[in-house]
């Protein structure tokens, strides 16, 4: 598989996923953003999910080299699963509509790779558009690589716009999970039951936190537990999972009861974990 990877000559067997609802002006930045890659071979899929603005139409105008899927709002975790399935290449890079891929992305990712891990990542520099904060994920001071399940157990510290991963753990693993919350976390979850991450410690991803992005969160403290439960089922199913985990989630749960309806973001929600020792 590797050996199609070609440094000299630039080529990269490597597909980029965009899912995308209602983004018809960002989608627009973080498309060309994969343009502006190092790498010059990448096929790009944007997967409109049950858009009801000009997110089709922009796209197809903008961009007729992209290769433009449609779905009837299945969410971001199908929708991604439905971009892999249509992508031709061996690796599968993932960006959401509102996010943005600085151009050292792909070649930073593709280094990793070629060190023999089959699943890369790396720091996303997070901008907070409600409060002006700034931040990264993973924290640089306590990045991880290689074993990262009791990482993960503990809290999401990847962003899907930050990963790469060979097509053959994506399938082996059962690609994302439904939901519009947590889809990303039961994923990796799974994958690093099998997998062994590699890091690489560049700033790779810009992510954009505002109104209508996933990660603001006032008003979903269902959808929040829902996605807490579905990880502590995804736990459950391993036998790498320690009952201190399990109990961990279950207090999480308890929080979100408790104070998720002070929260604005998923940041808020990280803090507030921190503060209770859970994390």
């Known amino acids: 598989m590797f050996s199609a990877w070609k440094h000299k000559d630039r080529t990269l067997n490597a597909s980029c996923i965009i899912p995308a609802k209602n983004r018809e002006d960002m989608v627009i930045d973080a498309v060309e953003s994969v343009l502006i890659q190092t790498l010059e071979e990448i096929e790009i899929i944007v997967v409109n999910d049950g ?47 509102d996010d943005i891929w600085l151009s050292n992305h792909a070649e930073a990712l593709l280094k990793t790779l070629r060190k023999g891990y089959q699943v890369a990542y790396g720091v996303t520099y997070n901008i907070n558009c409600m409060d002006g904060s700034r931040f990264h994920i993973p924290d640089l001071d306590n990045a991880a ?9 503990r ?15 994506f399938e082996t693993t059962g690609g994302f999970a439904a939901g519009s ?53 995804a ?13 961990r989630l279950i207090a999480v749960e308890r929080l979100i009861t408790e104070e998720g309806h002070k929260w604005q973001t998923v940041q808020d929600w990280y803090t507030s974990m921190t503060r209770q020792g859970l994390l």
């Open 145 to 153: 690589s290689g074993d990262c399940f009791s990482q993960l157990a």
């Open 51 to 97: 858009s009801t603005d000009n997110t089709a139409e922009n796209v197809r105008s903008a961009f007729p080299q992209v290769k433009l899927i449609s779905t009837p709002g299945i969410g971001p975790g199908p929708a991604r699963n439905t971009g892999a399935r249509a992508a031709c290449g061996e690796i599968l890079m993932f960006l959401d509509s």
């Open 235 to 247: 736990l459950e199913t391993s036998r790498r999972t320690s009952p201190g985990d399990i109990e």
């Open 155 to 169: 809290w999401c510290f990847i962003v899907p716009s930050s990963i790469a991963i060979t097509r053959k753990a």
């Open 181 to 233: 919350m947590g889809e990303d976390w039961n994923f990796f979850i799974r994958l690093s039951d099998r997998f062994h991450f590699g890091l690489t410690r560049e700033i790779i991803t810009i992510r954009r936190l505002h109104r209508d992005s996933l990660c603001h969160i006032p008003g979903r403290t269902d959808q929040l537990k829902k996605a807490v439960t579905a990880v502590r089922q």
